[in-house]
């Protein structure tokens, strides 16, 4: 779950954007008051678009960053927002065993691009998700030119450790130690549960320690 959000004094709406294998998807899009700041890509859970994830934006425009969220399952069924209940969460977990991880990459990296050719985006452009978003915010540190990333507790990232060669960006990942979707081998989490070759500590591990900041999420 994301944190807690306060109801926002900016608000936003939605912009369409191209994904560069043909095809368009939408994106919220939210802008601070005086028009201008550096940009943030938030990175969806596997709910969709929700009202949190737009309220979230809303505040990081706030703080001045223009912001875009993409719709990252537009592929599959654009639009879906999904509550937390159990039904929502079996209607999201069929969803993503749906998803093209490396074209849902792509799109990161095309949202990346349209709000870099933003005329009210100034500066960097950072990259921050959540659980399926968290995944996607380490390998878009890795795949794309974002400037930087976060990722709070990134459902997977045991499994694509062999992308932390590549990543040239500062990348940071909190993990909650107790959380109920988060599997004992997941990168981060309980620093005494990590993946073991053998008995021995996953060497990539090691190097991703080396590379990334992990800590505790709220």
Request: proline share 6%; net charge positive; hydrophobic share 40%.
């Amino acid at each position: 779950m994301m944190p807690d959000t306060i109801p926002p004094r900016a608000s936003g709406d939605y912009v369409t954007l191209a994904a560069r294998d043909g095809g368009s998807f939408r994106a919220y899009c939210a802008r601070p008051a005086d028009r201008s700041g550096p940009g943030l890509v938030i990175l969806q859970e596997i709910f969709g678009v929700t009202a949190d994830l737009r309220a979230l934006s809303e505040r990081y425009a706030e703080e001045g960053y223009v912001v875009l969220v993409p719709d990252l399952f537009w592929r599959i069924e654009p639009g879906i927002e999904l509550g937390h209940d159990e039904r929502g969460l079996q209607q999201a977990f069929a969803l993503h065993r749906r998803f093209d991880e490396a074209r849902a990459v792509e799109d990161v990296a095309d949202t990346v691009a349209a709000l870099r050719a933003m005329p009210e985006q100034v500066g960097g452009v950072g990259c921050l998700g959540f659980c399926l978003g968290g995944k996607l915010a380490y390998l878009a540190a890795a795949r794309t030119d974002v400037d930087c990333a976060i990722g709070y507790y990134g459902l997977g990232i045991e499994n694509a450790l062999d992308e932390a060669a590549r990543i040239r960006v500062p990348l940071m990942l909190p993990y909650r130690r107790r959380r109920r979707l988060l599997p004992a081998r997941s990168a981060g989490g309980d620093r005494r549960r990590v993946p073991r070759q053998r008995g021995r500590r996953d060497p990539r591990l090691s190097r991703l320690r080396a590379r990334v900041r992990l800590g505790g999420a709220p």
